[in-house]
């Protein structure tokens, strides 16, 4: 029981390499989700640090205030007080005081630490690095969140992640002394969802108001003080110490946090201390035994081997004096071509940006549109909405959920329905990589005043795939994004938009690194609805969409405008292959 600078004591789990009198450096998880290691418990069998383990460290895990086994109250993504506040505490004066602990009181250790760990364990970990212990000398927040609001677990540029929001929370707050699981009375959670009924339902139907972060989502549906707060893009402006990134292009939780905290640390980073690691990943799955294929996706290698003997490189440098091959500023794979690539510079420098425009009758193409009219146009209905991935939809963390590899599904699923625009080129007479971050460039109209659109940038394989004629035909989405068109203008203020009026939404895809190989076809996919991992729009303008009542949900026709005047389009970086 570490105590911390307020007198709360938490729990922590040490474990030391046994009968040796060397000094080892020590590394440090920080979890909301139990710390506690059961008496069969053997980190040498643990993939994700057993090559660490081998050679020499202490493991640390401790459970974060208010949590499992720790004193104190447990407060979802805590600010950064101390920033502001020298009196109060956070994640990162937790991680100070505990590493201040451990150095003093831990036996053989070097006076070395370093801070790791994925998803929530990435958030204290990247919290770690701000006015860090002078004896932390390094950290890998991996799946981190940067922000709740734009674009990490509980929304995506405004549009909120109803069932991951309704369910994690759940998990996280019900019980301190453990995680939970909703209990819901059906498997497939589509209808469930469905019948569910308008967000207001959610706390007198099931929560009672009990839950912290439910309650703070319906009140503060827009990007107010309370989100910008908790965001570490405000707060977290430079690499203190050496920090490396690491993600998964896949990641069905925290896709965009290491990929902007790199980018926004980059601007500040005079010392060279700012590394990033890219994979194709669902969440955390680099700490698994393989990491070969997610999916139906084959990476022809075992990613996740890789990755670990990259992460052991980078402690054994920073915490041991190890110096092999220095780790390159960027790793990333890339997918198609399936090979592992260093950058020097991320994006790369020489990507040349081609736009991949919708083209009216169906297909895109680098061409852009011609006419001044030319537009497709689907009734999207919110009583009806389109699936985010095949049925059924099981709850998020239940044994046997699809929830992790739903982001390489196969759309042909959706490509039939009327409410799905799609549009297809021609078959690539050479391979096409594409390296860099994607951005959708839409120009659409409503007959509502609100709605929602999810664009998919998808590799389509050959009709007789020859590689693998399972394939064949196969709509693998390389990258998938929502935005919530009342934000178009703003976050902080959204605005209802004028029915009939188009305006331009542009979306970020994230970063990519992908080669659409010959034979291969481009698509661009975009619908109005992606149920229930985002709530349904009303598509009627509503000041706060958690309060909005059954009669609000209105069909509306969506038109996305393809021709000279006004053109939708993908932005591209294209490399040399």
């Given at each position: 029981?570490?105590?911390?600078?307020?007198?709360?004591?938490?729990?922590?789990?040490v474990?030391?390499?046994?009968?040796?009198?060397?000094?080892?450096?020590?590394?440090?998880?920080?979890?909301?989700?139990?710390?506690?290691?059961?008496?069969?418990?053997?980190?040498?069998?643990?993939?994700?640090?057993?090559?660490?383990?081998?050679e020499g460290?202490?493991?640390?895990?401790?459970?974060?205030?208010?949590?499992?086994?720790?004193?104190?109250?447990?407060?979802?993504?805590?600010?950064?007080?101390?920033?502001?506040d020298k009196?109060?505490?956070?994640?990162?004066?937790?991680?100070y005081?505990?590493?201040?602990?451990?150095?003093?009181n831990?036996?053989?250790?070097?006076g070395?630490?370093?801070?790791?760990?994925?998803?929530?364990?990435?958030?204290?970990?990247?919290?770690?690095?701000?006015?860090?212990?002078?004896?932390?000398?390094?950290?890998s927040?991996?799946?981190?969140?940067?922000?709740?609001f734009?674009?990490?677990?509980?929304?995506?540029?405004?549009?909120?992640?109803?069932?991951?929001?309704?369910?994690?929370?759940?998990?996280?707050?019900?019980?301190?002394?453990?995680?939970?699981?909703?209990?819901?009375p059906?498997?497939?959670?589509?209808?469930?969802?469905?019948?569910?009924?308008?967000?207001?339902?959610?706390?007198?139907?099931?929560?009672?108001?009990?839950?912290?972060?439910?309650?703070?989502?319906?009140?503060?549906?827009?990007?107010?003080?309370?989100?910008k707060?908790?965001?570490?893009?405000?707060?977290?402006?430079?690499?203190?110490?050496?920090?490396?990134?690491?993600?998964?292009?896949?990641?069905?939780?925290?896709?965009?946090?290491?990929?902007?905290?790199?980018?926004?640390?980059e601007?500040?980073?005079?010392?060279?201390?700012?590394?990033?690691?890219?994979?194709?990943?669902?969440?955390?799955?680099?700490?698994g035994?393989?990491?070969?294929?997610?999916?139906?996706?084959?990476?022809?290698?075992?990613?996740?081997v890789?990755?670990?003997d990259?992460?052991?490189?980078?402690?054994?440098?920073?915490?041991?004096?190890?110096?092999?091959?220095?780790?390159?500023?960027?790793?990333?794979?890339?997918?198609?071509?399936?090979?592992?690539?260093?950058?020097?510079?991320?994006?790369?420098?020489?990507?040349?940006?081609?736009?991949?425009?919708?083209?009216?009758?169906?297909?895109?193409?680098?061409?852009?549109?011609?006419?001044?009219?030319?537009?497709?146009?689907?009734?999207s209905?919110?009583?009806?909405?389109?699936?985010?991935?095949?049925?059924?939809?099981?709850?998020?963390?239940?044994?046997?959920?699809?929830?992790k590899?739903?982001q390489?599904?196969?759309?042909?699923?959706?490509?039939?329905?009327?409410?799905?625009?799609s549009?297809?080129?021609?078959?690539?007479?050479?391979?096409?990589?594409?390296?860099?971050?994607?951005?959708?460039?839409?120009?659409?109209?409503?007959?509502?005043?609100?709605?929602?659109?999810?664009?998919?940038?998808?590799?389509?394989y050959?009709?007789?795939?020859?590689?693998?004629?399972?394939?064949?035909?196969?709509?693998?989405?390389?990258?998938?994004?929502?935005?919530?068109?009342?934000?178009?203008?703003?976050?902080?203020?959204?605005?209802?938009?004028?029915?009939?009026?188009?305006?331009?939404?542009?979306?970020?895809?994230?970063?990519?690194?992908?080669?659409f190989?010959?034979g291969?076809?481009?698509?661009?996919?975009?619908?109005?609805?992606?149920?229930?991992?985002?709530?349904?729009?009303?598509?009627?303008?509503?000041?706060?969409?958690?309060?909005?009542?059954?009669?609000?949900?209105?069909?509306?026709?969506?038109?996305?405008?393809c021709?000279?005047?006004?053109?939708?389009?993908?932005?591209?970086p294209?490399?040399?292959?």
């Amino acid at each position: 029981m570490i105590p911390m600078r307020d007198g709360v004591k938490l729990f922590t789990v040490v474990l030391s390499p046994a009968n040796t009198t060397t000094a080892f450096p020590i590394v440090i998880q920080r979890t909301p989700y139990g710390a506690d290691v059961p008496d069969s418990y053997d980190i040498l069998k643990v993939p994700y640090v057993a090559a660490m383990a081998k050679e020499g460290y202490i493991f640390v895990f401790q459970d974060m205030r208010g949590k499992f086994k720790s004193e104190g109250l447990f407060e979802m993504s805590k600010p950064l007080y101390h920033l502001t506040d020298k009196t109060k505490v956070d994640e990162s004066t937790d991680a100070y005081d505990t590493v201040d602990w451990l150095v003093k009181n831990v036996p053989n250790n070097n006076g070395k630490a370093g801070i790791f760990g994925i998803s929530y364990l990435g958030w204290t970990a990247l919290d770690a690095t701000t006015d860090p212990h002078p004896a932390l000398k390094a950290s890998s927040p991996q799946a981190s969140p940067a922000d709740w609001f734009l674009g990490d677990d509980m929304h995506h540029n405004g549009a909120f992640r109803l069932s991951y929001g309704f369910e994690y929370s759940y998990m996280v707050e019900n019980d301190k002394e453990k995680n939970s699981s909703f209990p819901f009375p059906q498997y497939d959670l589509y209808h469930w969802y469905l019948n569910l009924g308008p967000l207001k339902n959610v706390n007198p139907t099931h929560f009672k108001n009990r839950l912290p972060s439910w309650n703070n989502f319906a009140a503060h549906p827009n990007y107010d003080s309370f989100w910008k707060r908790q965001t570490r893009l405000s707060s977290i402006l430079y690499p203190q110490i050496p920090i490396l990134h690491v993600g998964g292009y896949y990641d069905q939780e925290d896709l965009n946090g290491p990929q902007v905290m790199y980018s926004q640390l980059e601007k500040r980073d005079t010392s060279n201390r700012n590394y990033l690691l890219l994979g194709p990943w669902y969440h955390g799955q680099w700490a698994g035994a393989k990491g070969d294929s997610l999916g139906k996706i084959d990476f022809g290698s075992k990613t996740a081997v890789y990755f670990q003997d990259m992460q052991k490189r980078w402690f054994d440098f920073w915490l041991k004096g190890i110096e092999k091959e220095k780790l390159p500023e960027v790793t990333a794979f890339q997918t198609g071509s399936n090979t592992w690539k260093s950058y020097n510079a991320w994006p790369p420098k020489d990507a040349e940006i081609k736009r991949l425009f919708t083209q009216a009758d169906g297909t895109c193409s680098f061409n852009k549109p011609p006419g001044a009219t030319a537009a497709v146009s689907y009734i999207s209905d919110p009583a009806k909405p389109v699936p985010y991935r095949t049925q059924p939809i099981e709850p998020t963390y239940f044994p046997g959920s699809r929830w992790k590899i739903w982001q390489v599904e196969d759309q042909r699923f959706v490509s039939t329905r009327p409410d799905v625009a799609s549009f297809t080129a021609d078959s690539l007479q050479a391979d096409l990589t594409v390296t860099g971050n994607v951005k959708a460039h839409l120009f659409v109209s409503t007959t509502g005043t609100d709605a929602d659109f999810v664009v998919k940038l998808i590799d389509v394989y050959p009709g007789f795939d020859a590689r693998n004629i399972e394939m064949s035909g196969y709509e693998f989405p390389v990258a998938m994004e929502v935005f919530r068109g009342r934000f178009r203008k703003s976050f902080e203020k959204p605005q209802p938009m004028v029915p009939g009026k188009p305006e331009e939404i542009v979306i970020d895809l994230h970063h990519i690194n992908h080669t659409f190989l010959k034979g291969h076809k481009l698509m661009i996919q975009i619908q109005s609805t992606w149920f229930p991992v985002i709530d349904r729009n009303p598509q009627k303008f509503v000041p706060n969409i958690f309060e909005a009542k059954t009669s609000d949900f209105i069909k509306a026709t969506q038109t996305i405008h393809c021709n000279s005047q006004l053109a939708t389009y993908l932005e591209l970086p294209v490399v040399k292959s």
